[in-house]
């Protein structure tokens, strides 16, 4: 019954009613899109949808390395509405900041009423991923990236952001979406292209993850800007 | 060590939340001129960067730098450069700097050391509340562009009906020559449109063809009506341009379903208050008739009341007969749907509550739309079983 924590901040939560993923509650009390709040010896967790959410998939499907940690600078492109990034900030916790960038208003709009208003680790940021210099100012060097964007050279995004905003050593998360890259394509083709990408922009791979079946046509790729 | 030896050299200048700083290549910070700790005005002073223009804390920095011999001053971030030019220096504008990366390496540190804020938590809790902030004024911008758009949808919604209209109303009278039944038994155009492109002559209205369209319960009235029709024999040359007529009109209105899609996206986008409280479609006809989100905000009730009633509004002034009680807002259901005596009471409140929202979406961005239908809604289940 006791939580079986699997990496810094996340844990498995076990009941008659099944097990799941969670994250401890950095806003006990509040939640942010349907997910369930579970109380064990007094701390509260919020469970992770693998199905709403490609980290928690990518740590179903085995993910070895866990980038994020507590204390952790962290830009996340393609934020949306704040589902991912809810968890990243309670995985992260009061010592770390995330800065969420997306380019469209109405999801940042829910990001900033829903999630950034009731926490203080979660800076809300209009803008497009493809121009990092457009919000340099409001965003340090981070430790991580996590790119979800959902476009055609999500790759390149990835290097041009770790260009002005990663530290060196610093980690990437990205999605790649096999689809929106190249359709006709063979998945794995679409994801070894982009995989390759990051290596020339500077990144060696840790790992990479398929996302069947909870995400289809999706892989989870793991990387780490060579110091 | 700096004085006149300097005389003509470059310095290079950051632009941080926290304020303005010179640096030279070796990454000694020798001038800077801070932001007051206040995100208001910091992003006030970003804003005018943005625009091109210097602000206060930028013109003394260039102050400074000017006293001291520093004639150009070196930058990465492009977007300075008309600020900077504004504030009397040269520009020189380099891919990598050095000192900026530096800067935004060590920018807490930096923060504290200058006393900007208390400690590095300080700082990140300074930096959202910027972010916050110009992320409110972004998403409004963005908003307000939008409403552009759908202004010029509405305004084409507009023009399509009436065009529909009247294209509808000859294809009735036409195709009415051979079978003015059925103008009876089917009063929605779109499927008049369909009817006459499908079947033609009136001859082919047989219940297996009529099956096919999937017109639910309408079937048996139209058959009837085509039972023992009085009209006359159809010509084929008329027959092929009633039918082409006909064909024209059902894409029209299927263009007109799309278009009315894409306001309801773009509305509910750009005016999330008003869409909640008028619905996306008359949203963006108030807008319309309004000119824009702000003078729609900066209306008084009154006048959204009657948004729309400006010839009636004018026929009262002129011949003083009573004014309108209602404009476009007779569209809401929260006003038609009352007996007509307490019409004018409703088109009152939900004015009120449609200026509300509109200044909403317009100045403050806060989500109140979803508050204000409630109240709209429960107001009008309340008088609904108040009258029974
Ligand atoms: C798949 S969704 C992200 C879901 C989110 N990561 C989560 O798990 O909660 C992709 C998002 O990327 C955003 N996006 C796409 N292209 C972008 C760009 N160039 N810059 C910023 N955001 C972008 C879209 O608006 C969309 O919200």
Same mark, same amino acid.
């Given at each position: 019954?006791?939580?079986?924590?699997?990496f810094?901040?996340?844990?498995r939560?076990?009941?008659e009613?099944?097990?799941?993923l969670?994250?401890?509650?950095?806003?006990p009390?509040?939640r942010?899109?349907?997910?369930q709040l579970?109380?064990?010896?007094?701390?509260?967790?919020r469970?992770?949808?693998?199905?709403?959410s490609?980290?928690a998939?990518?740590?179903?499907?085995g993910?070895?390395?866990?980038?994020?940690?507590?204390?952790?600078?962290?830009?996340?492109?393609?934020?949306a509405?704040?589902?991912t990034?809810?968890?990243?900030?309670?995985?992260?916790?009061?010592?770390?900041?995330?800065?969420?960038?997306?380019?469209a208003p109405?999801p940042?709009?829910?990001?900033?009423?829903g999630?950034a208003?009731?926490?203080a680790?979660v800076s809300?940021?209009?803008?497009?991923a493809?121009?990092p210099r457009?919000?340099a100012?409001?965003?340090p060097?981070?430790?991580?990236?996590?790119?979800d964007?959902?476009q055609?050279?999500?790759?390149?995004?990835?290097i041009?952001?770790a260009?002005?905003?990663l530290k060196?050593g610093?980690?990437?998360?990205?999605?790649?979406?096999?689809?929106?890259?190249?359709?006709?394509?063979?998945?794995?083709r679409?994801?070894?292209a982009?995989?390759?990408?990051l290596?020339?922009?500077g990144f060696?791979?840790?790992e990479?993850?398929?996302?069947d079946?909870f995400?289809k046509?999706h892989a989870?790729?793991?990387?780490r800007?060579?110091s | 060590m +700096?004085? +006149?030896a300097? =005389?003509?050299?470059?310095?290079?200048?950051?632009?941080?939340?926290?304020?303005i700083?010179?640096l030279t290549?070796d !990454?000694d910070?020798?001038?800077?001129?801070?932001?007051p700790?206040?995100?208001?005005q910091i !992003?006030?002073?970003l804003?005018r960067?943005?625009?091109g223009?210097p602000s206060?804390?930028?013109?003394?920095m260039?102050?400074?730098l000017v006293?001291?011999g /520093?004639?150009?001053?070196?930058?990465?971030?492009?977007?300075?450069a008309?600020?900077?030019?504004?504030?009397g220096? !040269?520009?020189?504008?380099?891919?990598? =700097?050095?000192?900026?990366?530096?800067?935004?390496? !060590?920018?807490?540190?930096?923060a504290?050391? /200058?006393?900007?804020?208390?400690?590095?938590?300080?700082?990140?809790?300074?930096?959202?509340?910027?972010?916050v #902030?110009?992320?409110?004024?972004?998403i409004?911008k963005a908003?307000?562009?939008r409403g552009?758009?759908?202004?010029? &949808?509405?305004?084409l919604?507009n023009e399509?009906?009436k065009s529909?209209?009247?294209?509808s109303g000859?294809?009735r009278?036409?195709?009415? $020559?051979? /079978?003015?039944e059925?103008s009876?038994?089917?009063?929605?155009h779109?499927i008049?449109?369909?009817l006459v492109?499908r079947?033609?002559d009136?001859?082919? /209205?047989?219940?297996e063809n009529l099956?096919?369209?999937?017109?639910?319960?309408?079937?048996?009235?139209?058959?009837?009506a085509s039972?023992?029709?009085?009209?006359?024999p159809?010509l084929?040359?008329?027959?092929?341009? $009633?039918?082409?007529?006909a064909?024209?009109?059902?894409?029209?209105?299927?263009y007109r379903? =799309?278009?009315?899609?894409?306001?309801?996206?773009i509305?509910?986008? %750009?005016v999330?208050?008003?869409s909640v409280?008028a619905?996306?479609?008359?949203?963006?006809?108030l807008l319309?008739? %309004?000119?824009?989100?702000?003078? #729609?905000?900066?209306?008084?009730?009154? &006048?959204?009341?009657?948004?729309?009633?400006e010839k009636?509004?004018?026929?009262s002034?002129m011949?003083?007969a009573?004014?309108?009680?209602?404009?476009?807002?007779f569209?809401h259901?929260?006003?038609?749907?009352?007996p007509?005596?307490?019409?004018?009471?409703?088109?009152r409140?939900l004015a009120?509550?449609l200026?509300?929202? %509109?200044r909403?979406d317009?100045?403050?961005? +806060?989500?109140i739309?979803?508050?204000?239908?409630?109240? #709209?809604?429960?107001?009008?289940e309340?008088? %609904?079983?108040?009258?029974?």
């Amino acid at each position: 019954m006791s939580p079986k924590r699997i990496f810094p901040g996340v844990y498995r939560l076990e009941s008659e009613a099944g097990k799941a993923l969670a994250t401890m509650n950095l806003t006990p009390g509040r939640r942010f899109y349907g997910e369930q709040l579970v109380t064990v010896d007094g701390v509260e967790y919020r469970t992770w949808n693998p199905y709403r959410s490609k980290l928690a998939a990518a740590i179903r499907k085995g993910l070895g390395v866990m980038p994020l940690s507590r204390g952790d600078k962290v830009l996340y492109l393609g934020v949306a509405s704040g589902t991912t990034c809810s968890h990243v900030s309670d995985i992260i916790g009061v010592g770390g900041h995330v800065w969420g960038v997306d380019f469209a208003p109405r999801p940042i709009r829910d990001l900033i009423e829903g999630l950034a208003k009731h926490r203080a680790n979660v800076s809300p940021i209009l803008g497009d991923a493809r121009r990092p210099r457009t919000y340099a100012l409001n965003v340090p060097k981070v430790d991580g990236i996590y790119a979800d964007v959902a476009q055609p050279d999500q790759a390149g995004i990835v290097i041009e952001n770790a260009r002005v905003f990663l530290k060196s050593g610093g980690w990437a998360v990205m999605a790649v979406k096999s689809r929106s890259i190249d359709v006709t394509k063979a998945p794995q083709r679409v994801y070894e292209a982009e995989i390759e990408k990051l290596r020339e922009g500077g990144f060696e791979i840790v790992e990479s993850l398929e996302l069947d079946p909870f995400e289809k046509d999706h892989a989870l790729v793991v990387a780490r800007l060579k110091s | 060590m +700096n004085g +006149n030896a300097e =005389s003509g050299s470059q310095i290079h200048v950051v632009e941080t939340l926290i304020g303005i700083f010179a640096l030279t290549h070796d !990454n000694d910070i020798v001038e800077r001129v801070l932001y007051p700790r206040d995100a208001k005005q910091i !992003n006030a002073a970003l804003e005018r960067h943005a625009a091109g223009e210097p602000s206060k804390e930028m013109s003394e920095m260039v102050e400074k730098l000017v006293q001291r011999g /520093f004639e150009t001053v070196i930058i990465s971030n492009e977007h300075l450069a008309d600020a900077l030019r504004g504030a009397g220096v !040269n520009v020189e504008i380099v891919e990598d =700097s050095g000192p900026e990366d530096f800067v935004r390496e !060590n920018i807490e540190s930096i923060a504290v050391d /200058f006393r900007a804020v208390e400690d590095k938590t300080q700082y990140y809790a300074l930096s959202r509340e910027v972010s916050v #902030l110009r992320t409110r004024k972004d998403i409004q911008k963005a908003q307000s562009e939008r409403g552009a758009t759908i202004i010029q &949808t509405a305004q084409l919604l507009n023009e399509l009906d009436k065009s529909l209209n009247v294209l509808s109303g000859k294809l009735r009278e036409w195709y009415g $020559l051979h /079978f003015p039944e059925l103008s009876r038994a089917v009063d929605d155009h779109k499927i008049y449109a369909l009817l006459v492109e499908r079947l033609g002559d009136r001859s082919n /209205f047989s219940p297996e063809n009529l099956g096919e369209l999937e017109l639910g319960d309408r079937v048996k009235g139209i058959l009837s009506a085509s039972e023992d029709s009085m009209g006359a024999p159809l010509l084929s040359e008329d027959e092929e341009h $009633l039918r082409s007529l006909a064909a024209n009109l059902v894409s029209l209105y299927s263009y007109r379903e =799309s278009l009315e899609a894409l306001i309801m996206s773009i509305a509910e986008e %750009a005016v999330p208050n008003l869409s909640v409280v008028a619905g996306p479609v008359l949203a963006a006809k108030l807008l319309e008739k %309004a000119g824009g989100l702000k003078k #729609l905000a900066m209306m008084p009730s009154s &006048t959204v009341q009657i948004l729309g009633a400006e010839k009636a509004l004018f026929r009262s002034k002129m011949t003083g007969a009573k004014p309108p009680k209602h404009g476009l807002i007779f569209q809401h259901p929260y006003v038609h749907a009352k007996p007509r005596k307490l019409r004018g009471k409703a088109a009152r409140t939900l004015a009120a509550k449609l200026s509300l929202a %509109a200044r909403a979406d317009a100045f403050t961005g +806060n989500p109140i739309g979803a508050e204000l239908r409630r109240q #709209l809604d429960e107001d009008a289940e309340r008088q %609904a079983t108040e009258s029974v």
